[in-house]
């Protein structure tokens, strides 16, 4: 009997954490995405929070005829991607994340070292660089290509935190909120 | 008497095992350093690197130089504002 108990128990302890994961990140009502603004209340009170839809406007003011009409694509795009993932879906992609405590949660995690956070580090850095560039029409790179960029790196960055699934998880379903902050980006 | 320890034994264990986070175990300097060439798009090989050498200036720029797998050598800096660029040797 005892030892159906502990068997029990050694099950449940395995299966929980994993269960809890998969649940959180597939259901978008997940416990990471609350400690992580928990475990840094004070970083959470002083950094603006950026949702999809306080950013759209912002990012479509200050733009030329055409970085505006190539912002309203992608906008529809995005729109069009909330409404094909369902109701699910458009709640997740409508929460609010804190970069900043994103931030910090790369920085403190252990799947990465830290040369490779640095030079994850200096991709975003270029990545600024290349919106920086696309705001003052330096180059001719179009907001289509800066996309296909971010997802490259985004991919890399989920990729490499294999070992720490809570993080990738949460920076997979930030993905929009972080584009839209990169949107935001002054020239 | 002997069930019972060996169900709290157990338990400890299974405890213990469900603190230590997965992200836990940090990953090695080589493999860090083999994951950053991989990363800035050179070729490793492999997933750590060897014949690590490391030398840091008066300025804070770091430059490492190191082996893969498939046997190129590459030179990584480090400068000191956290910029990082790799370039075969």
């Known amino acids: 009997m005892m030892r159906l108990i502990s068997i029990a128990c050694l099950g449940a302890f395995f299966l929980m954490p994993a269960m809890q994961t998969l649940a959180a990140c597939n259901s978008g009502t997940d416990s990471t995405w609350g400690t992580a603004d928990a475990a840094t209340p004070a970083m959470a009170d002083k950094t603006a929070v950026a949702t999809p839809d306080k950013a759209k406007p912002e990012t479509v003011k200050g733009g030329d005829a055409a970085m505006q009409a190539s912002v309203d694509a992608a906008q529809q ?3 069009a991607e909330a409404d094909h993932e369902g109701a699910a879906g458009t709640a997740s992609t409508e929460r609010p994340f804190n970069m900043n405590a994103l931030i910090e949660r790369i920085k403190e995690s252990h799947a990465i070292g830290v040369f490779t956070k640095l030079a994850l580090r200096s991709d975003a850095l270029d990545l600024i660089d290349l919106f920086k560039a696309y705001r003052q029409n330096a180059n001719h790179i179009t907001l289509h290509e800066l996309r296909a960029r971010f997802d490259g790196l985004l991919l890399k960055a989920l990729a490499l935190l ?5 993080l990738s998880c949460d920076i997979s379903m930030a ?5 839209n902050s990169l949107l935001e980006v002054k020239a | 008497m002997n069930t019972l320890s060996l169900a709290i034994r157990g338990g400890a264990v299974a405890l213990a095992m469900t603190l230590v986070p997965a992200g836990a175990f940090a990953v090695t300097k080589a493999e860090d350093i083999a ?7 050179q070729p490793c090989g492999g997933n750590a690197v060897t014949d690590i050498s490391e030398q840091k200036d008066a300025a804070g720029n770091t430059v490492i130089m190191a082996t893969c797998p498939n046997g190129k050598r590459y030179r990584i800096d480090v400068s000191s504002a956290g910029r990082v660029s790799v370039t075969p040797l």
Do not use: F, Q, V, Y
Request: aromatic share 4%; net charge negative.
């Open chain 1, 162 to 166: 294999d070992d720490d699934p809570a």
């Open chain 1, 77 to 79: 795009k995005g729109e």
């Open chain 2, 35 to 41: 994951t950053t060439i991989m990363l800035r798009g």
């Open chain 1, 175 to 179: 993905r929009e909120g972080i584009w």
